[in-house]
């Protein structure tokens, strides 16, 4: 028999375990000349702004060890482009579309939440929290537990048709203790976790290798750290969790699914092979065969200490 690859994440049924990350995928139309956005258990797209973005400043993603940094700056066409232009085009798939979502206030997330809750062919949305709330001094969403749960529970109220997934931060103290609050705040899953800030220099022009002076770092470089988070994160709540971070071959991914993940996002992996999520799905049901894995789902949480 096959290996049964579907999973559910919080009533929501995926065909398989992988999806492309947002950011790393565009609004997944662009990389269907490419790849069968159909093989993919589903695609998060680009953050949505209430408006139009323009990003940062080129350079914006240079290579690390093992890794790489961007300051793309939320670069999007704006929610009210994404219903007009892209989601038409990406009703054609079977894959679960998910939109992420971020604002500068709480009225921001709302706003585009509402905007999207009146357009057909969405899955889910995911809250992007590892934005600066800027009635508060800057300060993320996602910093403190209290405010991410704030914007959680507000962002609940104003969506009825769809699930709603968190992005946490992995810069903080007790990634338990956010997980919590989310949770509680009525977060149908959470997806774990966003890049972590960095920089990297050249050192003959004593200036950074972004136009920025620091980025986010991801790729596998990351892995074992949020590896941990998101096992932390699953002895802290049941809610479902998606994995993200420096996955590229099978065993990273079902090293997420035994830390606790019922899924797992790719991400950096796009920028060496537009295929790598597609290529993920075939390799992780080679592999499941090898280890005598009937269901992928039943691993979930598997780790024993």
């Given at each position: 028999?096959?290996v049964?690859l579907s ?6 049924r ?20 490419l ?5 993919l ?8 702004s ?13 290579e ?7 300051a ?6 704006g ?5 007009a ?24 997330y ?12 969405l899955?889910a ?15 993320q ?8 749960a ?28 956010m ?7 009525g ?21 950074s ?7 986010g ?35 990273d991914?079902l ?9 797992v ?11 790598a ?16 894995i ?12």
């Amino acid at each position: 028999m096959p290996v049964d690859l579907s999973v559910e994440i919080a009533g929501l049924r995926l065909a398989n375990p992988v999806l492309a990350a947002s950011g790393t995928f565009g609004y997944g139309l662009e990389f269907a000349h490419l790849v069968d956005l159909n093989c993919l258990g589903g695609i998060v797209v680009k953050g949505l702004s209430l408006e139009p973005m323009e990003g940062a400043p080129a350079p914006r993603v240079c290579e690390t060890p093992s890794g790489m940094l961007n300051a793309i700056g939320l670069q999007n066409i704006g929610v009210r482009a994404f219903v007009a232009e892209k989601l038409p085009k990406l009703r054609a798939y079977h894959t679960a579309v998910v939109a992420n979502v971020f604002g500068t206030t709480v009225e921001e997330y709302c706003e585009v939440l509402r905007i999207l809750e009146d357009a057909e062919g969405l899955a889910a949305y995911e809250l992007n929290i590892s934005c600066p709330n800027v009635k508060k001094g800057g300060l993320q969403f996602g910093s403190e537990p209290g405010m991410a749960a704030e914007v959680v529970e507000t962002a609940k109220h104003a969506i009825c048709r769809r699930r709603l997934w968190v992005k946490l931060s992995p810069l903080v103290s007790d990634i338990g203790a956010m997980a919590r609050a989310v949770a509680e705040a009525g977060a149908d899953a959470l997806t774990i976790a966003n890049t972590y800030p960095a920089m990297c220099l050249d050192v003959d022009s004593r200036h950074s290798r972004i136009a920025s002076s620091s980025g986010g770092l991801s790729g596998p470089a990351i892995r074992p750290i949020t590896l941990r988070l998101v096992y932390e994160a699953s002895k802290a709540v049941k809610t479902p969790i998606l994995g993200l971070g420096g996955i590229e071959k099978a065993d990273d991914a079902l090293e997420y699914f035994l830390a606790g993940a019922s899924a797992v996002q790719v991400g950096t992996a796009h920028f060496a092979d537009p295929r790598a999520s597609e290529r993920l799905v075939k390799s992780l049901a080679g592999r499941c065969e090898g280890l005598s894995i009937n269901k992928i789902s039943e691993i979930r949480g598997g780790f024993s200490p």
